[in-house]
């Protein structure tokens, strides 16, 4: 098995990489400048027209395709985009904050175009009555988020069914996110439904507050680069579930278990609900696993209810972790 860990390709990062530098780039610098002492905060690139609601300005590109840019600052707002392509972007990455405020009880962005883009935008506290309060609910469509925040939230980012449609997220942390306390089951760092595709690189998980970190039921998945640290995690689960299967890889990324744990008997779960995605060729490879210190357990790195082949490799385990156990 040592040809995998010499061949294997690292992720190819060009396309989430240049996102941010591309929408940003675009803004016309007057837009930019403007924009602190500007009365109407949500400009669209395109038109250089501003608005003073982010509704209004996804509704002002409708059916088309637009970016806005959206000043630094804190907005108690959300939009629901209905049809186009959509790109927002923060003018100021880490500046233009969602804070606390839902549309249609579900999230602060509740997306069902044909695809959308998200770079530099934080989303916190996001809460509604059933639990699944998220930053981002996905309906239908492509989706890329380059360089954001998920914080302190039910949920970071949900998805419905859409298995011709793809979705990438790069750059981007999720901290103090989950919870297993309503009546609509767990939430979760992430939950990707049935998609086609999702790819996750160069990404931070940590500070759980129940659930799982990643919970996908794409077809295949991509997840490489990211760090997955669970030390000061409360009541979490699975650091990464395929619940369904799927097929790819998870490689060189850096998992920490820690103490405080719903369920531990697994890092990484395969098709524990079903088996609706072959698991042939799923490539587990070149990643960093292990429990906190002064943690003192054991527990399987890879669990697994497919059957299928999936292929470990130079996978670098600390005290008390099994590489890999068949359930």
Request: hydrophobic content about 40%.
């Amino acid at each position: 098995m040592d040809r995998f860990a010499r061949t294997t390709p690292r992720p190819s990062l060009t396309p989430v990489l240049v996102l941010a530098v591309i929408a940003i780039a675009a803004i016309p610098a007057a837009v930019v400048l403007a924009q602190p002492a500007a009365p109407a905060p949500f400009a669209i690139v395109e038109s250089g027209n501003a608005y003073p609601t982010l509704q209004q300005a996804v509704d002002a590109i409708g059916a088309g395709r637009g970016t806005i840019a959206v000043a630094p600052g804190t907005y108690r707002e959300c939009a629901v985009q209905e049809a186009g392509d959509l790109t927002i972007v923060a003018s100021e990455p880490g500046k233009a904050v969602f804070d606390r405020t839902t549309c249609e009880g579900k999230a602060a962005l509740v997306l069902r175009g044909r695809s959308a883009r998200l770079s530099g935008l934080v989303f916190h506290g996001m809460a509604v009555p059933d639990g699944n309060g998220a930053g981002v609910r996905l309906e239908q469509g492509d989706l890329t988020i380059a360089q954001s925040w998920f914080l302190d939230s039910q949920q970071g980012i949900l998805t419905a069914d859409d298995p011709a449609s793809a979705i990438v997220i790069d750059k981007t942390t999720f901290s103090g996110l989950g919870t297993c306390e309503n009546s609509a089951g767990c939430a979760h760092s992430i939950y990707i439904g049935d998609y086609g595709s999702l790819k996750v690189t160069r990404s931070r998980f940590e500070r759980g507050t129940g659930g799982h970190y990643l919970k996908s039921r794409a077809r295949t998945v991509d997840v490489a680069s990211n760090s997955f640290d669970d030390s000061a995690g409360r009541g979490t689960n699975y650091m990464i579930d395929l619940p369904d299967g799927a097929t790819g890889r998870i490689a060189n990324n850096w998992f920490v278990q820690g103490r405080d744990k719903e369920n531990y008997s697994a890092f990484i779960a395969v098709a524990a609900e079903n088996h609706a995605h072959s698991a042939d060729g799923l490539t587990i490879a070149d990643n960093d696993a292990r429990l906190a210190p002064n943690v003192r357990r054991t527990t399987a790195f890879v669990a697994d209810w497919s059957g299928d082949r999936l292929e470990l490799d130079a996978n670098a385990l600390g005290t008390g972790l099994r590489l890999f156990e068949k359930r």
